[in-house]
Each structure stands twice: as structure tokens, then as C-alpha cells.
T-cell receptor, first 110, second 111 residues
Framework: RKEVEQDPGPFNVPEGATVAFNCTYSNSASQSFFWYRQDCRKEPKLLMS???SGNEDGRFTAQLNRASQYISLLIRDSKLSDSATYLCVVNKGSWGKLQFGAGTQVVVTP | NAGVTQTPKFQVLKTGQSMTLQCAQD?????MSWYRQDPGMGLRLIHYSVGAGITDQGEVPNGYNVSRSTTEDFPLRLLSAAPSQTSVYFC??????????FGEGSRLTVL
């Protein structure tokens, strides 16, 4: 079983709609969590960190559920520019222990 | 405003050849790392460094060497290329905080 698992998608979303997807992790000792965004054939870039109490950054909301060992990302009012692959990243405690999920592809359509 | 610079961006090798992927950062970050990205898999850590003179193995280190003689540079050496090393390679740096800054990637094909 992979340490970090994501639904690969694609999630096809009409412009203006809301989309949400999860990422599950297997190691209960994981300490910090992030969402990265990767455009096609580009490098990943940090989208947002995920805090225990949940956090928002504009149209993006991230949640952490430690009991069920998953994090989620919700995108409201989707824009065409939100089309990308979203990578879940889990840190087990040191920089050598970052684990990346394979990504969830989101396609926003007009 | 360069950030993390990787060269070359594309490379084709024959099995058994060696090469070095270069990575340089101008942000004075202590932490640097190399990842490979393959279809359907997450980025996998090859090697990383927490400072000049210090390196350590990641998840998939076999077939690769690294060194860190300066804060700025972190080259990745393929000793004897194999088709299984066909991949996209990303170098990343971090100030030790919460964010990784990636280079644009190097696409390697081994025939």
C-alpha cells in the first residue's frame, strides 16, 4: 500500500462549480501536510499548508482529519486556470521524510 | 530572480553512459534535494542535503550519486544509465521551513 494515496481523476468541473477531493496517508506519525499544484509539464509549486483546524486561502479550503488519516482540498468557484494536478504531500517529521502522492488531476471546462 | 536552475532540460543517453544533472540555487537555502517523477507515481526522493558537506539517501538512491561542496550547487550523477532511470528529475531547495522550491525539471531518456 502506498504511504500517500490520491484519486488520480480526472475531476471534470464546470467553470464556477465546486470540486473537492481527498488524500489518505498511512503513517499516523505524520506531522505536517501540504497541497502542491503542478501544471502540465511544469514543476510543482506550493499551494497551501494544511493546518489541524483547517484553513482557507481565497477559494481554496484545506482540511485535516487525523482520526481517519486524510486531508482534503476544496476549490470553490472554479476557474479555467485551476486546471492542474494537485499533489498531496505528507511530512513524517524531517525534510528527508516528505512523501508525495501521485496527484489528482482537475480539469475545469467552460 | 533565478531561484532553482536545472540543466540540462532534456537529455538522451544510451544504456551504460554516465552524466551529471546540474542544480544551482541562489536563495541561500540549506536544504536541497533531488526527486524523480514517473507516471502514476508521486515524486520520489533520491538524495538530499541539509547543508554543504552533508548528504543522505532518500527512497530511491541506487544508481545515483550526489555531493554538496557549496551551499548553491547540488549535482546528481548517474553512474551507468539504465532504461529504468528514464524519468523527469526535479531539484528542490528549501530554507528549512515549510516550502520546497523546485527547478523546472530535467527530462531524461535512457535508450
Amino acid at each position: 500500500r502506498k504511504e500517500v494515496e490520491q484519486d488520480p481523476g480526472p475531476f471534470n468541473v464546470p467553470e464556477g462549480a465546486t470540486v473537492a477531493f481527498n488524500c489518505t496517508y498511512s503513517n499516523s506519525a505524520s506531522q505536517s501536510f501540504f497541497w502542491y499544484r503542478q501544471d502540465c509539464r511544469k514543476e510543482p509549486k506550493l499551494l497551501m499548508s494544511v493546518y489541524s483546524s483547517g484553513n482557507e486561502d481565497g477559494r481554496f479550503t484545506a482540511q485535516l482529519n487525523r482520526a481517519s488519516q486524510y486531508i482534503s482540498l476544496l476549490i470553490r468557484d472554479s476557474k479555467l486556470s485551476d486546471s492542474a494536478t494537485y499533489l498531496c504531500v505528507v511530512n513524517k517529521g524531517s525534510w528527508g521524510k516528505l512523501q508525495f502522492g501521485a496527484g489528482t488531476q482537475v480539469v475545469v471546462t467552460p | 530572480n533565478a531561484g532553482v536552475t536545472q540543466t540540462p532540460k532534456f537529455q538522451v543517453l544510451k544504456t551504460g553512459q554516465s552524466m551529471t544533472l546540474q542544480c544551482a540555487q541562489d536563495m541561500n537555502h540549506e536544504y536541497m534535494s533531488w526527486y524523480r517523477q514517473d507516471p502514476g507515481m508521486g515524486l520520489r526522493l533520491i538524495h538530499y542535503s541539509v547543508g554543504a558537506g552533508i548528504t543522505d539517501q532518500g527512497e530511491v538512491p541506487n544508481g545515483y550519486n550526489v555531493s554538496r561542496s557549496t551551499t548553491e550547487d547540488f549535482p546528481l550523477r548517474l553512474l551507468s544509465a539504465a532504461p529504468s532511470q528514464t524519468s523527469v528529475y526535479f531539484c528542490a531547495s528549501s530554507p528549512g521551513g515549510r516550502e520546497l522550491f523546485f527547478g523546472e525539471g530535467s527530462r531524461l531518456t535512457v535508450l
